[in-house]
């Protein structure tokens, strides 16, 4: 059972519009992570923090956003939506940066 | 640049057949690895992991991996494969001097016919 949580698990939704989503971790995990996945492709980090009001940039460039005002929450936003923004979004945390990585189940955002 | 590769994409095996997956990296330094597994609809979770010391670890459901240093591998394997062993596989490593951060190979994805 997960004790990371991801929210919506599934999105479809119209170019333009700003998207949030959410990720909460019950397990006081300082480090945070958001990861791309397209379809039979390998995980690329686009945001991580390790901690309160850290953010970094991860290895793939992203349009998204993130902020990390609480340990539990890491949302990540997108301004405005674009096709190119199809993907799955995993969101993950660990309590430090050499343990393992709890994973979310993930959001499928589908972008029309 | 750091970076991780599966040599298969996909593997379709019989029941009781045995497994062996192949994962290389490319970093000098020293690593912490790992082998992530995604069931159908189910979450990434941690297969098994190595730290330092011995250098084959043993792993959940029976799965076991070997680190080769000189080789830069850690190949995963299992003596004989369940249905229930169908699903998506990550191999994925962090350098110590990558503050935590995690690089996945592709995945290979592993169909067990009944």
């Known amino acids: 059972e997960a004790d990371i949580y991801q929210t919506p698990r599934y999105l479809v939704i119209g170019t333009g519009k700003k998207i949030t989503l959410e990720c909460s971790q019950t397990m006081g995990h300082d480090k945070m992570y958001w990861y791309q996945q397209d379809p039979g492709m390998e995980l690329h980090l686009i945001h991580y923090?390790?901690?309160?009001?850290?953010?970094e940039k991860g290895d793939l460039s992203s349009e998204s956003t993130v902020s990390r005002i609480r340990t539990e929450h890491f949302p990540l936003t997108l301004e405005s939506a674009r096709p190119s923004h199809t993907s799955q979004y995993l969101c993950?945390?660990?309590?430090?940066?050499?343990?393992?990585?709890?994973f979310g189940d993930g959001t499928r955002l589908s972008i029309l | 640049a750091q970076s991780v590769s599966q040599h298969n994409h996909h593997v379709i095996l019989s029941e009781a057949a045995s497994l062996e997956l192949g994962c290389n990296y490319s970093y000098g330094g020293t690593v912490n690895l790992f082998w992530y597994v995604q069931y159908p609809g189910q979450h990434l979770q941690l297969l098994l992991k190595?730290?330092?010391?011995?250098?084959l670890v043993k792993g959940i459901k029976g799965f076991e991996a070997e680190f080769i240093k000189s080789k830069f591998s850690f190949n995963l394997r299992k003596p004989s494969v369940q249905w229930s062993d169908t699903a998506e596989y990550f191999c994925a490593v962090n350098a110590y001097d990558q503050g935590g951060k995690l690089i996945f190979g592709q995945g290979t994805e592993l169909s067990v016919k009944p």
């Open positions: 190595y730290f330092s010391g011995d250098p």
């Open positions: 993950a945390s660990s309590p430090s940066t050499d343990q393992p990585q709890h």
């Open positions: 923090s390790y901690g309160v009001n850290s953010t």
